[in-house]
């Protein structure tokens, strides 16, 4: 069958009509509910994930159309704290595919002692729609193809990478907060209030991007982000699966969205392409063309190259997104905090390039404590190790994907103490990296690792910096009790939403 043409058999019409008609009866006469019971015994039933003389491993029960995957993602802390009754150890759904969630650093560590041999499942369990949209992107990657587009793309990305380009980074920061007064929702006498939302979300975008494209013009970027538009709006069938695990019934059921998807995959290749052409024709030479031209010479197909920008750019903007948002609320809305980063800055303002890429700072432990409490998933994407992990018991099966509950690790575990919940970057000044290792999960482990993170904490750091150095930043609405804050549940992560309310010092 193609689900280009349509083609398909009569008997394979025949089998999808009966299984249809079949499903439709099943849930009118006996409910939602006798389905899931079913399907979560069925797919039980063999203990699957874990080895036949393993301890058996529980878990919540499989949820129509998708097991446990909506849970997991869009309410991840709530789900975090109900499945703690199914112990340390136990099995969440992807579709079919059975997933073992660790909670203790005892497990993470035994988890992460391979971890530069860990490996992605096929389209990261999600299927065939994310499979189309991703699944030749880098972090989707394994083995000699992760080694040999890691070798195109890290380059960009090093720490020493990074750094090079400190200044561009910092004076984009610095011009982005003199004008922030134009995305005013409202302005009184000598402040004016911002969405966290509006205000923060395009300038960690364009700075990406214009670390891969080179400087861009206006133009280029409102092309960038129209297109930007056209693929947010399919995050829609990444994450709620059903008939998008497939070609074919994606194919019968929603032909609109695998049309979106085409349209989208036009569209930016033939952003890319014009990019490359306008850098050619001036002789720049920005990291696009050299990526082009590993594909002109064969090294990366045009899937590998385009699904990578995506994964850079479009997919990782709800990540970069969060972890501002969060970093700004949080600091917003705790004083002490607040002043030690303004005096701060203020000791260090005759070199402000070189306090941005240290780690030993207040800023950087304001950035890190927020991604602690804060985690952009509260279930990590998930990896497998090759060899069998035996964590008290429970043998997991070599390829069986693995997935850490970060709260568990970063907010629930003792190494934390009793108040692990309050946002307090100086708990950091003390702890020795290697401490943090397996207590503490923000850019992931092993060769997997972030490979965006040193730009990124840039970023991140740039804009708080000349924002709380420009502005007295106060949440508009102020923090509820219990530090219940907005949540901008729009995108794919949390993000902190709501308004500041912003006065020039
Ligand atoms: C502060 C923001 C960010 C955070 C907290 C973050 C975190 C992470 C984490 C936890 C992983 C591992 C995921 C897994 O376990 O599967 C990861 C992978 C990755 N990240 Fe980031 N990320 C951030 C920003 C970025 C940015 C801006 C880029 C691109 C410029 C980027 C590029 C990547 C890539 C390519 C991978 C896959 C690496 C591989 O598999 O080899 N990240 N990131």
């Known amino acids: 069958m193609s689900i280009v043409t349509g083609e398909l058999s009569a008997l394979g019409w025949a089998a999808i009509g009966i299984s249809l008609t079949v499903l439709f009866v099943v849930i009118r006469e006996f409910g939602i509910a006798v389905l899931e019971t079913a399907t979560s015994w069925f797919l039980g039933a063999f203990n699957p994930g874990v080895l036949p003389r393993s301890k058996p491993v529980s878990g ?46 005892k497990d993470f560590k035994h988890f992460g002692s391979d971890a530069n041999d860990h490996g992605k499942p096929h389209n990261m369990n999600f299927g065939w729609y994310v499979g189309q949209v991703l699944g030749q992107c880098l972090g989707f990657q394994n083995g000699q193809e992760w080694v040999r587009m890691r070798k195109i793309f890290d380059p960009t990305f090093t720490h020493s990478a990074a750094v090079t380009r400190i200044e561009t980074v910092d004076s984009a920061a610095r011009k982005y907060v ?41 133009a280029e970027e409102d092309d960038l982000w129209r297109i930007t538009q056209i693929r947010s709006a399919l995050s829609l069938y990444l994450f709620s699966g059903g008939p998008y695990r497939f070609a074919t019934a994606s194919w019968l059921f929603d032909r609109g969205a695998v049309r979106r998807l ?65 970093c700004i609320t949080l600091i917003a809305d705790h004083d002490h905090v607040k002043q030690e980063l303004i005096d701060e800055v203020a000791t260090n303002q005759h070199d402000l390039l070189q306090y941005l890429t240290k780690s ?44 850490l509950d970060v709260l568990a690790i970063n907010v629930r575990n003792p190494f934390w103490g009793t108040n692990s919940e309050t946002f307090n970057p100086s708990r950091l000044k003390n702890i020795k990296s290697s401490d943090l290792r397996y207590n503490l999960h923000s850019f992931g482990i092993g060769s997997r690792k972030c490979m965006g993170q040193y730009v990124a904490s840039h970023i991140v750091k740039a804009l708080v910096l000349h924002l709380f150095r420009e502005y007295n930043v106060v949440l508009a609405d102020g923090a509820q009790a219990g530090g219940s804050y907005d949540v901008d549940k729009s995108g794919w992560t949390p993000k902190a939403g709501g308004y500041l309310q912003l006065t020039k010092r």
């Open 262 to 326: 085409r349209d989208f995959e036009r569209q930016w290749e033939d952003f890319n392409a014009r990019i490359v052409q306008t850098r050619r024709a001036r002789g720049e030479n920005p990291p696009i063309i050299g990526y082009w031209e590993q594909y002109e010479g064969g090294i990366m197909t045009l899937p590998e190259l385009l699904q990578t920008l995506d994964e850079l750019l479009i997919f990782n903007l709800d990540v970069i997104t969060h972890v501002i948002t969060w």
């Open 360 to 403: 030993d700072t207040h800023l950087h432990r304001c950035f890190a404590e927020s991604m602690r409490i804060r985690p952009f998933t509260i279930f990590t994407p998930g990896e497998y190790s090759n060899e069998v992990k035996n964590f008290n018991g429970v043998l997991v099966k070599p390829g069986t994907q693995i997935l």
């Open 178 to 218: 003199e004008r922030l007064p134009r995305l005013a929702t409202s302005t009184s006498d000598k402040s004016f209030t911002l969405s966290l939302g509006e205000a923060f979300t395009k300038f960690p975008y364009f700075l990406t991007a214009s670390t891969i494209y080179g400087p861009m013009t206006e």
């Open 60 to 105: 919540p029960k499989w949820r129509f159309p998708n097991g446990l995957v909506i849970q997991r993602f869009t309410d991840g802390r709530a789900s975090s704290a109900k499945w703690r009754e199914y112990g340390s150890v136990y099995r969440l759904w992807s579709g079919p595919h059975p997933e073992i969630v660790i909670t203790t650093p």
